[in-house]
């Protein structure tokens, strides 16, 4: 059979210029598009063409060069100099201009704010679009390593450990400096020694400040490398990073809003990323929804009292557990009286206050009637009798518990996973990101923002198709309606 085969020193007549090398529908287009369409100015990037002094690479050409490279999963500042040399949908995007990676690295280390903004407008463009309702919510996290390593992380428990064998470690190298001095005949070594010890000494100031620091900032742990990362426990073992927060709309699975938090778990996290949310949408949800992480009573309390239906599951209903013969929720709460009833009939009245929480203790009124009971061993042991106690949020508690265990609920929380842990598995399978690449909280926001951005994208080329989306993204780029005033509040 015969073989087709190359030859490298074939003459071609090659196209006239690097437009007609691109389809008209390559997915490259359409991040050119919406790129033009953004409103830089608004999100903090100056363009300035009438500056004196050296040209600079238009802002423009390197914002589309790092939405591009990072849908791809290529973030690296010299990957994305190596990609604008040598492939062809780099070099159609960015017009021919090589910048090299310190240009590339400097330019997202400036404007990592502005590429946090970028994401809301790309929200706001979906919502134009009318492919984010904004009524149903969900919200999840996800620990991502950060740029330092967990060895760098110190406690003050580990602190004081390092000091006491670093004051240990000066006392033998004292004492041996002592035993060269009455041997110093002969012996060369001094110098070797005060080199040893100047470096205990650099590790005994160096360990004393990360315990000042831990002092004043209050902080359990400080990582040395990354001040505002966290150490966290995962799936995937210990790492020192960031938690990654995302909001998406339950529409078309689109994300409202990215976020980055110096948190080891997703507890009181819910209301500030609906909040964030809140500002992209200009309106209130209607429902917000999330698992069993986020079930902080103090946090959802917010969502409330904003008349925000919240499908949130608490620890005991997802662990399965049946409820016990004599819970606390077989007791009748009777709310005139301020009192509970046991299953026998008897009343447990309010005796005091307890905790830091407020809790409310009820005991048994007559201890004789826990004590003669046929239950007492297994209701309880105490000689006392039976005692409650109903926290301050109880009864948003059982409300949470009651919306959750409805059967229209249920099939909205069931959806909760199908929408957004793809979202995750987009950024950590896809396109490969297990570990961010800037460090600090700004970079680490930036980061997911521009990875949420890509996802966006994504998602609207699968629902528009690319033609329909560069033709959409063309009207607004001719009429700029992307650009919307600073309250954060959205003009139909």
């Not at 830089?40 to 009438?50: A, F, R, Y």
């Not at 299953?343 to 929480?357: A, C, D, I």
């Not at 809790?359 to 046929?374: G, Q, V």
């Not at 069931?414 to 842990?421: F, L, N, V």
């Amino acid at each position: 059979m015969a073989l087709r085969q190359g030859n490298r020193e074939q003459m071609q007549l090659l196209p006239p210029s690097i437009e007609q090398y691109v389809a008209e529908d390559a997915p490259v287009r359409v991040y050119d598009v919406f790129v033009d369409a953004l409103d830089l100015k608004q999100i903090g990037i100056e363009v300035d063409s009438t500056r004196e002094g050296n040209p600079c690479y238009d802002p423009r050409s390197m914002l589309k060069l790092l939405i591009y490279g990072y849908s791809y999963g290529i973030r690296s500042s010299r990957k994305l100099e190596r990609e604008a040399y040598y492939n062809l949908s780099f070099i159609w995007l960015m017009g021919g201009l090589r910048p090299d990676h310190k240009t590339i690295a400097e330019f997202r280390r400036n404007n990592l704010t502005a590429i946090h903004k970028a994401m809301t407008q790309c929200a706001r463009l979906c919502i134009k679009l009318d492919l984010i309702a904004g009524n149903i919510l969900f919200v999840d996290g996800s620990k991502i390593r950060g740029n330092a390593s967990l060895k760098n992380s110190w406690n003050k428990e580990k602190s004081r450990r390092v000091m006491a064998k670093v004051e240990q470690r000066i006392k033998e190298v004292l004492r041996e400096a002592e035993e060269l001095d009455a041997n110093e005949e002969g012996e060369p070594s001094l110098v070797r020694v005060s080199n040893r010890l100047a470096e205990h000494i650099e590790l005994k100031k160096k360990v004393e400040r990360i315990l000042t620091e831990l002092e004043q900032t209050g902080k359990k742990s400080l990582n040395t490398v990354d001040k505002e990362c966290i150490g966290f426990n995962g799936i995937h073992g210990a790492g020192a990073g960031y938690n990654a927060q995302v909001v998406v709309d339950d529409e078309h699975g689109l994300i409202v809003s990215a976020d980055a938090v110096s948190a080891s778990n997703d507890l009181g996290q819910m209301s500030g990323q609906i909040e964030q949310a809140q500002a992209v949408l200009g309106k209130v949800p209607q429902v917000a929804v999330a698992d069993a992480g986020f079930a902080d009573l103090d946090d959802l309390k917010q969502l409330d009292e904003q008349q925000i239906k919240v499908i949130v599951p608490n620890k005991q209903i997802v662990n399965g557990k049946p409820i016990g013969e004599f819970d606390k929720r077989h007791f009748k709460y009777l709310a005139e009286k301020d009192c509970y009833l046991c299953p026998e009939g008897h009343v447990l009245r309010f005796v005091q206050l307890t905790g830091r929480e407020q809790s409310r203790l009820y005991t048994i009124r007559h201890k004789t009637d826990c004590l003669k009971c046929s239950h007492y061993g297994k209701c309880t042991n105490s000689k006392s009798g039976r005692k409650l106690e109903r926290s301050a949020l109880e009864e948003l508690k059982e409300k949470l518990e009651r919306e959750y265990s409805l059967p229209d609920n249920q099939v909205i929380y069931k959806r909760r996973q199908a929408r957004i842990e793809l979202v995750f598995g987009h950024f950590k399978h896809n396109l490969g990101v297990s570990t961010l690449l800037l460090r600090g909280l700004a970079g680490a926001r930036a980061e997911i923002s521009m990875l949420a951005i890509c996802f966006n994208i994504r998602r609207m080329m699968s629902l528009l198709g690319k033609a329909g989306l560069i033709q959409e993204l063309k009207i607004f780029l001719s009429s700029n309606v992307l650009h919307l005033p600073d309250n954060n509040i959205l003009i139909a």
